[in-house]
């Protein structure tokens, strides 16, 4: 079983940043692909972005492609989302997301949330006008 937790979420002025953070327990976090999802308020669950399990090869949803940075820390069991240049439409609860099947991040499936097989419990973002 995999148990992840987010933190850093919090209330910012549209044009500022903020940094989440997912720690993930489990022996095998390096061979889980990561991801980041959003659901705002009367909205469905949208993707956020993704990241493969070094690192090396990420996805954005154009929403935030440009302003929004994925990374991991596969020693510390952790991934983060860097967000910068924070709009009002970026209001949501973020959520961390691991697919633990030990397969290859596939842009042909990172953005279905129904592929990822663990959640984070949320975390609020709220951006201000």
């Known amino acids: 079983q995999v148990q992840l937790v987010e933190s850093g979420g919090g209330l910012v002025q549209a044009g500022g940043s903020l940094r989440l953070s997912c720690a993930a327990s489990g022996r095998t976090f390096s061979r889980y692909v990561m991801g980041w999802f959003r659901q705002a308020p009367g909205k469905e669950r949208e993707f956020v972005a993704a990241i493969s399990w070094s690192g090396g090869l990420t996805y954005y949803s154009d929403s935030v492609k440009g302003r929004f940075t994925i990374s991991r820390d596969n020693a510390k069991n952790t991934e983060y989302l860097h967000m910068n240049s924070l709009k009002p439409e970026d209001t949501a609860v973020y959520y961390c997301?691991?697919?633990?099947?030990?397969?290859?991040?596939?842009?042909?499936?990172?953005?279905?949330?129904?592929?990822?097989?663990?959640w984070g419990q949320g975390t609020q973002v709220t951006v201000s006008s």
């Open positions: 997301t691991a697919d633990a099947k030990g397969r290859g991040l596939g842009s042909n499936w990172c953005d279905r949330d129904y592929e990822y097989d663990y």
